[in-house]
């Protein structure tokens, strides 16, 4: 009897190290991993939103299905985002995260990323990302002027696959805007948007522990009775030039009706943002 206890201790030892030495096999790909843009999923490194330059002044949360093309990488996933105002809507904190995304790689870009598996064997979540603002001038007649300061978490999972960087990143800017036309009865408009500010994230190089790069972007928001459009230009500069130098125009149509917003997005990617990005949101304001 005692020989048989034996016998099936060694089996389980023999079956189960495999696997033990499998499941930490990806902690050597770490260190290959190239902490930048273009070698990580399409939620790794977020763009700085481009606001109008102006707190908003109502709570809204947001759900938002989302669907990002690569010919090596098909990424779907679920955000949701929580925005509180107070001060009288002179400053605001915003609250977001990925809560659920699944993908699928080619064995080329697998491999181009140091990743290890081609497909998500099970749903996972993202960074959290805190952003807070602050009015800064707020005037017809100039510009209205408004500080944003956002911490991303290392909370995003799967690393291992190169989906998000299980590092912290954070980043500043000034965003300015100024409504160029309406008319009499403020049922149309057109409006200008810019920012400029540092962003900086954390890499896995002993050498260059963190990256730092320039942000920036511009873009116009037309809006005629329910309906508004807005579309910017927007990316940073890095340092290291090793794929840190995305960049991207993104278009938002939304409409709203009583407090509900229907929200459209489509994102094109260039230079070293690969992606192609097309989102349908709901919103809900109190």
């Known amino acids: 009897m005692i020989r048989k206890h034996y016998l099936l201790l060694i089996l389980l030892a023999i079956i189960c190290t495999p696997k033990a030495m499998a499941d930490d096999s990806w902690r050597d790909n770490v260190k290959d991993l190239i902490y930048s843009p273009?070698?990580?999923?399409?939620?790794?490194?977020?763009?700085?939103?481009?606001?109008?330059?102006?707190?908003p002044s109502r709570f809204e949360v947001e759900v938002r299905g989302?669907?990002?093309?690569?010919?090596?990488?098909?990424?779907?996933?679920?955000?949701?985002?929580?925005?509180?105002?107070?001060?009288?809507?002179?400053?605001?904190?915003?609250v977001s995260c990925l809560v659920k995304e699944d993908y699928k790689l080619t064995p080329e870009t697998r491999d181009e990323r140091h990743a290890v598996e081609t497909e998500s064997p099970i749903s996972y979540n993202g960074d959290i990302v805190v952003s807070a603002f602050f009015q800064l001038l707020k005037s017809e007649k100039w510009v209205d002027a408004m500080l944003n300061m956002t911490l991303k978490?290392?909370?995003?999972?799967?690393?291992?696959?190169?989906?998000?960087?299980?590092?912290?990143?954070?980043?500043?800017?000034?965003?300015?805007?100024k409504t160029l036309l309406k008319n009499a009865?403020?049922?149309?408009?057109?409006?200008?948007?810019?920012?400029?500010?540092?962003?900086?994230?954390?890499?896995?190089?002993?050498?260059?522990?963190?990256?730092?790069?320039?942000?920036?972007?511009?873009?116009?928001?037309?809006?005629?009775?329910?309906f508004s459009l807005t579309t910017d230009l927007s990316g940073f500069y890095g340092?290291?030039?090793?794929?840190?130098?995305?960049?991207?125009i993104r278009n938002n149509l939304r409409y709203e009706y009583k407090k509900n917003i229907i929200s459209?997005?489509?994102?094109?990617?260039?230079?070293?943002?690969?992606?192609?990005?097309?989102?349908?949101?709901?919103?809900?304001c109190f």
């Open 264 to 284: 459209l997005r489509y994102n094109h990617g260039m230079k070293d943002y690969l992606y192609d990005n097309y989102s349908i949101g709901y919103i809900r």
């Open 66 to 94: 989302q669907y990002h093309y690569y010919t090596g990488d098909k990424t779907k996933d679920f955000f949701v985002r929580a925005l509180v105002p107070f001060v009288k809507g002179r400053a605001g904190v915003e």
């Open 185 to 226: 009865s403020e049922t149309a408009s057109l409006r200008m948007q810019a920012l400029i500010g540092f962003y900086c994230w954390t890499t896995n190089k002993i050498e260059h522990r963190q990256n730092d790069a320039l942000s920036y972007g511009a873009g116009f928001t037309g809006t005629y009775r329910n």
């Open 153 to 177: 978490t290392a909370s995003g999972s799967r690393v291992c696959d190169a989906r998000f960087t299980d590092a912290a990143a954070y980043w500043f800017d000034l965003t300015v805007g």
């Open 38 to 55: 273009r070698y990580f999923g399409p939620s790794a490194f977020p763009f700085p939103e481009l606001r109008s330059g102006i707190c």
């Open 239 to 248: 340092y290291e030039n090793n794929g840190d130098r995305p960049l991207i």
